[in-house]
C-alpha cells in the first residue's frame, strides 16, 4: 500500500466518507496498524519540520483515534506490573540506544532517539523525542507532542497532548530548550530553539508572553520566541470583585552564547538577577 494510498484510506475512513472502507474494514485495520508501527519507529511523525517551519500531520492523529476505536481493552504486562488498557507499553531491548530508568514507561505509538535519557516518566503515544533530551522524573509528554533535541524536561514538567479535535496544534518544544521544574505547556505552544522557561512557569494558548526587556512591553501568546528568559509573572485585571493578578509570563532577556547548551535554568536566570 502505498504512503498517499494509506493516508487517503485512513481519512475516508475518519471522516466517514459514503462508500469508502470503515474501521471494521481489514484494510483500514492494517493501515492504521502499520501507522502505528511508524510511529513507533520514528519513521512517521505527528509534527514535522518543512522548508516554511513546522507543521503537523492531521492525518496521523486521525490514525492514532481510529487505533483507539480498533483496539479493545486488555490485561496487559510491563515487566512485573500488570495493567488493563488498549495501548501496550514499549518493550526495551537495549538496541534503541535510549537509557529507562525504572518506572518511565512509553506507549506504543511513541518515538523517543538514540540517546535520550528517561527518568520516571511518561510518554504518550504520538510524540517525538529527540536526541540527548532529558525527561527528568515526573514528567509528562501529552499524545502528538514534540520535543525536540537535546531539550531538558525538569522534574514534574507537563507538556500537553492533543489528539481532538484533530486540527489542534500540538506543543512544540525545539531543540536546547531548557523547561525548568513544574512548568507547564499545553494547548499548542510553540517554544522556540533554546528558550529557558522558568520553574513554575505556565504557558497556554491564551496566557500573556510579555516581553520586558525594552522600553514598552510588547505582549505575545502562544509562542516564545528563540533564546527567550521567560519567569512567572502577573498583570493586574479589573474583575467585579476588584483588582486581582493574572498569571502571564515574562520574558527577561535572552539566552547568552556563553551559557547555552548544557547551561543549568540557575545559571540562565543568575544572568538576569532573577532567583530560582
Known sequence: MTHELREQMITHAFDGVAGAPDVTSADVQAAVASVIADLNIGKVRVVEKGPQGFFHNEWVKKAILLNFRIKKMTVMQAGDFTYYDKIPVKQW?????????????VREGAFVSPGAILMPSYVNIGAFVGAGTMVDTWATVGSCAYIGAHVHLSGGVGIGGVLEPVQAKPVIIEDNAFIGSRAIIVEGVHVEEGAV??????LTASTKIVDVTGSSPKEMRGRVPRNSVVIPGQLPKQ???GTFGVPCALIIGQRKESTNQK????????DFDVAT
Open 93 to 105: 531491548d537495549g538496541s534503541e540506544g535510549v537509557r529507562v530508568v525504572p518506572h518511565a514507561l
Open 197 to 202: 522557561i522558568g520553574a513554575g512557569v505556565t
Open 239 to 241: 474583575f467585579p470583585a
Open 263 to 270: 547551561t543549568s535554568l540557575t545559571d540562565a536566570l543568575r
